[in-house]
């Protein structure tokens, strides 16, 4: 249909007439979820590159551009355009999710369907995270990650990577642990995750050894009781569930 023009042309003869693949709600998803695997997997792709790769020439290095700053929380903050893309991924998961809430996925097996139903509960939060990051909200954006931590491995890297910007480097150690001893994660997730989640430990931990006089970490007994209460929800629901309550969500 896409490649041929004679079958959209005909499309009005009885003989030729065809579904339109793009308002099938269940290809759609599957088309993101691809979409999204291809995004997490190029960019581990290109970090285990940016590693191997020898050292470029230390005197062709670029001028650094001075960083724009939130005036009212004193964080970083992401170029206008980049801000922007991500007020309009928060739009687009935003519509999706809201046009597939009756989508059956009738062909999807057992697995895929847990997959998409934990997928499901973390998306929107996930993307708002990361607008409220780019915005300099970076308070915000760690509530909402803290939020999806227990069901979205993304959340745990994401939280990675600002406490460590942050100087708190034990807390960046403490979440990846959490993220690897997450039962939902361990079920959700296939091995891969954990190996490459170990990989990150080994390297939190270097950098918290390295920088320990300088650790600025925060997080409290406190904080990761809710964690860990979370986890139990999230577990208790995962073994609840059954496939059709998946799919009615």
Not at 154 to 169: D, G, S, T
Request: charged fraction near 35%.
């Amino acid at each position: 249909m896409f490649s041929n023009y004679s079958l959209r042309k005909g499309n009005n003869r009885p003989d030729l007439l065809m579904q339109d693949p793009l308002s099938d709600r269940k290809l759609c998803h599957d088309i993101y979820a691809e979409l999204q695997k291809a995004h997490d997997q190029v960019k581990g792709f290109l970090e285990i590159k940016r590693a191997v790769e020898p050292n470029k020439d230390k005197s062709k290095k670029k001028i650094a551009k001075p960083k724009r700053i939130n005036s009212k929380t004193g964080y970083p903050m992401s170029t206008d355009k980049q801000i922007k893309n991500a007020t309009e991924q928060l739009k687009l998961t935003r519509k999706f999710l809201k046009n597939n809430q009756t989508n059956p996925y009738k062909s999807r097996n057992s697995q895929e369907k847990i997959e998409d139903w934990f997928w499901n509960n973390s998306a929107e939060k996930m993307d708002n995270a990361d607008l409220e990051y780019k915005k300099g909200e970076w308070d915000k954006a760690e509530k909402l990650w803290l939020a999806c931590v227990a069901i979205n491995y993304r959340a745990a890297n994401r939280l990675r990577i600002m406490y460590q910007k942050e100087h708190r480097f034990n807390d960046a150690v403490q979440i990846i642990n959490f993220a690897i001893d997450s039962p939902v994660l361990r079920k959700v997730n296939n091995d891969s995750y954990v190996t490459d989640f170990k990989k990150k430990l080994e390297k939190a931990e270097q950098k918290s050894m390295k920088h320990e006089n300088e650790d600025q970490s925060k997080l409290s007994e406190e904080d990761f009781e809710k964690l860990n209460s979370n986890s139990d929800y999230w577990f208790k629901k995962l073994n609840n569930i059954t496939y059709s309550s998946i799919t009615k969500k």
